[in-house]
């Protein structure tokens, strides 16, 4: 069983225009794509497309199928086929970009299902391994609280030294204190007995924020769920509740920020728009 959790630290400091620090722990899923029946027939609180503890479900992930927003046309029908199955609508994602993978290309997700049905994943990484192991490409989905998402490809190309590395222009939503105009720093290392990701932000050469990612494997079976859940229980709320406090604090340090409907403009290549934007008149 390819398929893993890893229990992680995840640590997010603000250098400019004001320090702030905080540093929290988590555990992820790592699902072998192929794997997916296999793990719903074994695990009893791990579902597909069902309810359970722990459910995944296929249309939560990488809507790429449809319509994309671009603040030149507003949301339009996207070329790539409609495809129910994740996996190949990842594949056809990589084609679309000019990395054609054959159909046993292995494809590891990063990321939280749904957790007593609530679903909320700021980030869900994909990394696909050719017939011998070797890692090929990778991708990160980024989701904002507005229930956008935006794919970042990282093609064969971009790995050096054992990791998928690619800066490459934001132009989304992230976060009320992050321009959208910024650019995003991606150092994706294929995950193995150990996770380990970083992704800054930038603004020109200067670097104003980075996140990091970071913990060993441990085994996915439904004793280690239910030691998670006891562990880290409700972590989708977690998660979302510790991105609104945070952004509470830095309010109260006066940390300038910008509102969603600023810069329309500036928001490009996403799917799932927010009415701020969807509705914009396009120029």
């Known amino acids: 069983m390819n398929s893993c959790l890893y229990e992680c630290h995840i640590l997010h400091e603000r250098f400019l225009p004001k320090s702030h620090r905080f540093l929290y722990r988590i555990f992820l899923f790592a699902l072998d794509l192929d794997e997916l029946d296999s793990l719903h027939r074994q695990l009893r609180l791990f579902s597909l497309d069902r ?29 790539e086929p409609k495809i129910q199955n994740l996996k190949s609508r990842f594949l056809a994602h990589c ?13 590891l997700l990063v990321t939280l299902p749904r957790v007593l049905g609530y679903l909320f994943n700021p980030v869900s990484f994909y990394f696909c391994f050719d017939r011998t192991g070797a890692p090929v490409a990778a991708l990160a989905e980024v989701t904002n609280t507005f229930k956008e998402m935006k794919p970042y490809f990282l093609a064969p190309e971009t790995r050096h030294d054992g ?10 939503y992230v976060s009320p204190y992050s321009d959208v105009d910024v650019a995003f720093d991606f150092v994706l290392r294929p995950p193995n007995g150990r996770l380990s990701i970083q992704i800054d932000d930038y ?50 340090k006066n940390v300038p920020w910008f509102t969603k409907a600023a810069k329309p403009a500036e928001q490009r290549a996403l799917y799932r728009p927010h009415s701020s934007i969807a509705t914009t008149t396009p120029s």
């Open 51 to 79: 309810r359970n503890l722990y459910s995944f479900r296929d249309r939560d992930f990488l809507p790429t199928d449809e319509k994309v927003h671009n603040p030149e046309t507003g949301p339009i029908e996207n070329r």
């Open 163 to 172: 990791a998928f590395r690619l800066r490459i222009p934001k132009h989304f």
């Open 203 to 252: 603004v020109g050469d200067q670097r104003t924020l980075t996140s990091n990612l970071a913990g060993p494997r441990q085994s996915l079976t439904d004793a280690r769920l239910a030691w998670f859940s006891f562990k880290y229980p409700f972590i989708t709320l977690k998660v979302i509740s510790l991105i609104h406090w945070h952004a509470l604090r830095l309010w109260w």
């Open 95 to 107: 084609a679309a970009r000019g990395t054609v993978l054959p159909a046993d290309t292995r494809v």
